[in-house]
């Protein structure tokens, strides 16, 4: 979705009507200034979507960036100024705040990630988990905590997955009948054991996604695929399991949990002068 859309739909959410706090508090003329503040260490991830929101409610507020996004935030660290009407401040601060604090909670939870398996090659993607309509947003937010992403939808990959298998049959099935439709397209497979792998790999498709399968059949995967199919292990990655899982030498982990289930950065705006 575009994101002027987006922000634009956000703010309707919330102001509605009108904001009734702000409306009868008498501060339509006043001005202020005020700053956004990390309150804790983390990844910046949605400044300029900060920015946006600000300047939607109000094209006359200034808003003045201290740290790009990917900056690596210290507690106290100030972000931006923010210059303008009181009214319209307050009238942004939620929805910039609610998408920048989500934003960089992602890019922060994907560093956490990274460091675990930066010793190896492996590298760390996203998946399809996402908020509905806020994909863009979130992986983007992935990239810029260090990972890669993974299809963005429907419509930029091959992807047959359990379900899709049942349905065409099998494994063999339902690539043929895939590549009997189209070439244009790079093709994934879900496979469960090594037997689906054996056959997944004779298909001679791009690459293959070992969902929930144990570390010691992992690494025979490795040891005896690597070389033909690309390998993406999936399922059971956690911050405790992650390192252990890129040590098999797969090419690839891919990880829900780093848009569905990381912490929102906290990150607040303080006004610097009484309105």
Avoid: W
Avoid at 52 to 74: E, I, R
């Amino acid at each position: 979705m575009n994101l002027d859309k987006l922000i634009e739909l956000a703010l309707e959410e919330d102001i509605f009507q009108g904001d009734v706090t702000t409306d009868n508090l008498g501060i339509s003329d006043k001005e202020a200034i005020a700053v956004l503040v990390a309150k804790e260490n983390g990844v910046l991830a949605g400044i300029k979507v900060a920015k946006k929101v600000f300047q939607q409610v109000d094209n006359k507020t200034k808003f003045t960036t201290n740290h790009s996004d990917g900056y690596l935030l210290k507690k106290g660290d100030i972000i931006a100024n923010i210059e303008g009407f009181a009214s319209s401040i307050l009238k942004a601060e939620r929805i910039a705040l609610n998408f920048m604090q989500r934003m960089s909670g992602i890019a922060t939870t994907t560093r956490f990630y990274i460091e675990k398996i930066s010793h190896t090659s492996c590298k760390l993607l996203d998946t399809r988990k996402t908020t509905p309509l806020l994909r863009n947003l979130e992986k983007y937010s992935v990239k810029v905590g260090g990972g890669f992403n993974h299809r963005f939808g429907l419509y930029d990959m091959i992807m047959l997955k359990e379900n899709h298998i049942r349905v065409a049959g099998s494994i063999s099935k339902a690539v043929a009948q895939v590549k009997s439709n189209t070439n244009s397209y790079k093709i994934e497979v879900e496979v469960t054991n090594l037997q689906e792998l054996e056959e997944a790999v004779n298909c001679n498709i791009d690459r293959v996604m070992l969902d929930n399968m144990s570390l010691a059949d992992i690494k025979k995967a490795v040891e005896k695929f690597s070389d033909i199919v690309e390998l993406e292990a999936s399922g059971n990655v956690t911050q405790k399991t992650i390192k252990k899982i890129a040590e098999t030498g797969v090419h690839y982990i891919s990880s829900g949990a780093i848009t569905h289930s990381y912490k929102s950065l906290d990150i607040s705006l303080l006004f610097k002068e009484k309105v």
